[in-house]
């Protein structure tokens, strides 16, 4: 998680070295998937894969969170200098918080 805010904390001041990526194709959105990926898989491990109440069934805890978090985030892009709101990066982002919660409970099923 650390990881993941010190990423955050890069792309608001713009020091984030994109540069490094322009010549790998939709590296932006890839990078979004792997991240929440990673970081809603471990979360939601962390978390003993607790669920929730959400509109009277169960819901996992931590990918609900987060993708409550990455709508936020993504929406105060908007307002931010070296930022930029962007549908397709919320998809991915979103997309990768799926695959991780997915991922994490498969894990827990064949262990």
């Not at 010190?6 to 890839?30: E, M, R, S």
């Not at 962390?46 to 929730?52: D, F, G, P, S």
Request: charged share 15%; hydrophobic share 50%; proline share 5%.
């Amino acid at each position: 998680m650390i990881i993941f805010l010190t990423i955050l904390v890069l792309a608001y001041t713009g020091q984030l070295p994109t540069q490094l990526l322009l010549g790998i194709p939709y590296a932006d959105k890839i990078g979004h998937v792997v991240l929440y990926c990673i970081a809603a898989f471990v979360g939601h491990r962390v978390l003993k894969q607790r669920h929730t109440r959400l509109l009277g069934r169960p819901a996992p805890l931590f990918p609900v969170l987060f993708g409550l978090f990455t709508v936020v985030e993504e929406g105060v892009q908007g307002f931010a200098p070296n930022r930029t709101l962007d549908g397709v990066d919320l998809a991915a982002s979103l997309i990768g918080v799926l695959l991780g919660y997915w991922l994490a409970e498969h894990w827990r099923i064949r262990n």
